[in-house]
């Protein structure tokens, strides 16, 4: 009887330290300081992870150059997790600490966060991109326009359904997935995608479905085949971990698929076929910079675009000139000189 | 939509019979969902690894039978806790993959590997000239094919087999199987590690399917694949109904959403909404009328 509890207890232990030693190994790669001791330290606030998600990868990378050039800087990055409810706790935990002069992070969610938190550490600094915020005088947002974004894809979408490509139909569909529904989605990402491919033809209609969540591949390439059977050709996922199911479908039924925010023609070349970026990185790392040598206005929120050179289409990748036609290129730069020259008005959801 | 059903079917259908054996020896699996994610990952490491797409099948397939070894060893052989074992495996197959994976591949996220090939798809192109019976037998993935005769193995294999009334009698009675000289976690850890197998080879459906993994490809499927064992009165053709009616659920509200006026976020949550109300219907009948469920 001893012996038996003996040994469960024994099998606890070691179970406990299975999980513990796991959970510490992942959490190796989540916090980094290069403990060099410089003078102005920078908290990066991942909310989510840095692996696998490019939006991220580019914050952190913009970050940490902006920190190599001025060399006189630290920088500490801390993953927040996925768990939205957590990110205010999170934030607040690194304003509390008064070790950081600023903490960087990314997402729309986040300046209202970083609003509250500046209630309770008026001398905390934050900088926080792909969110907008005006007039607290701690805080610094970067707004990408993603109505020129969205409008960049829907008119290559339009160009490629319009007959554009060699797999393109007699059907005037284009096809928008989203992983959910929320304000910059319905207000201005779907409206502007179907404003762009109308542009090339006014006939042309929008299916637009929703995943439900960022992550169910096997569903979206459900809903990729329905949206192909209605006779979409080209489909824009918005749809974080389902983008790989919309590409297995595509590639299955000889569709293309376009991509936001980040180059994806590496996840299925000759399927992917347009991408539109965001320059995230580059933002980062020249207000980070600006932070660094005391250049940074704060309570601010600026809205950066095609005219800026902060959101452009990837029309260099050699997966793009190689599967994308000559004639549909040109008239796609066309459309990005026009963009440059007349930027479009861009009214931010929920914008205080 | 009756084609995509059956393609969505196929992975709950395996994972559901799998589970079936589990449940009918008395021990509810609950870690189907983790059993299903290392499946998947597993699947494509060794479809990369071996250009296969039987081989990645297999290591899905073993992936599953490992933990479900686990899950036997911990939770019967030992004598913990079921349901907190079953938990933990589900952790740690969430929490352990994306370690791997970085260590392996460098990279936590989407694991796109080399030489993975693509599900092959059978009878591609046949015709009967009936679109029903079109969608229902013919053009559908390699991995679909194996659920009809796993349904009529595992009938026959419960039903009218020695090896499946003593199953069933571990469940129901383990003291009788004593009696007669016979060690009912014998029994259980053959049910595990069956239940192990089906999830690790659904898991390897959904990837292999997709030609990459990623985290959280199996969804919660894998507790849908729990729950058709309720809905389907824990027989193998119940099960194959469950599995089926939730795939046509889920085609409907896929379908719907390039139709109806309705937000897709709403039109999502029928399957969900109807293996509730199916739930309660099956919790109606099992008061108002005998059942061996």
Known sequence: ?352 | MIYYAIEVMAPLLLAGLGGLFAELAGVLNIALEGMMLAGAFAAIVTASLTGSILAGMLGGLLAGLLLAYLFYFVGIRMRANIFIVGLAINLLAAGSIPFLSSAMYGTKGVLRLPNVPRMPGLFVGMETGFPLIDQIFFGHSFGVYLTVPAVLLAGLVLQRTPFGLRLRSTGKNPETLRSVGLNPDHYRRAALLISGMGAGLAGSLLALRLGVYLPNVSAGRGWIALVTIYLGYKRPVGVLIAALCFALAEGVSVAAQGVLQIPGTILLSLPYVLTVLAMIVYSAMRRVGPSDA
């Open chain 1, 1 to 352: 009887m001893l012996t038996t509890r003996v040994s469960r207890i024994a099998i606890s232990l070691v179970l406990s330290a299975l999980f513990f030693t796991l959970l510490t190994l992942a959490g190796c790669a989540q916090a980094e300081d290069d403990g060099l001791g410089r003078p102005y330290s920078i908290a990066v606030f991942v909310p989510g992870v840095v692996e696998g998600s490019p939006t991220y990868e580019m914050l952190v990378e913009g970050v940490r150059r902006a920190v190599d050039e001025a060399e006189s800087a630290t920088v500490r990055v801390v993953e927040g997790g996925f768990n939205q409810a957590e990110w205010a706790g999170g934030i607040t935990s690194l304003a509390a600490t008064g070790s950081y002069d600023l903490i960087v992070s990314s997402n729309p969610s986040l300046p209202e966060i970083a609003n509250e938190v500046s209630q309770s550490f008026p001398d905390q600094r934050f900088l926080i991109l792909d969110g907008y915020w005006e007039g607290n005088p701690s805080l610094r947002t970067v707004m990408f326009n993603q109505r020129e974004q969205a409008y960049l894809n829907g008119y290559f979408a339009g160009l490629v359904t319009t007959g554009g490509m060699p797999n393109s139909n007699e059907a005037r569909q284009v096809g928008l997935l989203a992983g959910q529904e929320y304000p910059m989605m319905n207000q201005v990402i779907r409206p502007a995608f179907i404003e762009g491919a109308q542009a090339v033809d006014p006939s042309i209609e929008l299916d637009f479905r929703v995943l439900g969540n960022w992550f169910d591949a096997g569903l979206a390439a459900d809903l990729a085949n329905s949206m192909l059977d209605r006779g979409v050709d080209v489909i824009l996922s918005i749809a974080g971990g389902g983008n790989q199911g919309v590409i297995a479908t595509a590639r299955d039924r000889n569709a293309y698929v376009l991509w936001f925010d980040s180059s994806g023609f590496h996840h299925g070349p000759g399927v992917v076929i347009g991408s539109s970026l965001v320059k995230l990185d580059q933002a980062a790392y020249e207000r980070t910079l600006q932070a660094i040598d005391g250049s940074l206005e704060f309570g601010v929120g600026e809205v950066l675009g095609v005219a800026d050179g902060y959101v452009t289409f990837d029309d260099q990748d050699p997966n793009y000139i190689e599967f994308v036609p000559e004639n549909v290129r040109a008239q796609h730069a066309e459309l990005m000189q026009r963009l440059v020259d007349e930027p479009m008005e861009f009214d931010i959801p929920g914008a205080n």
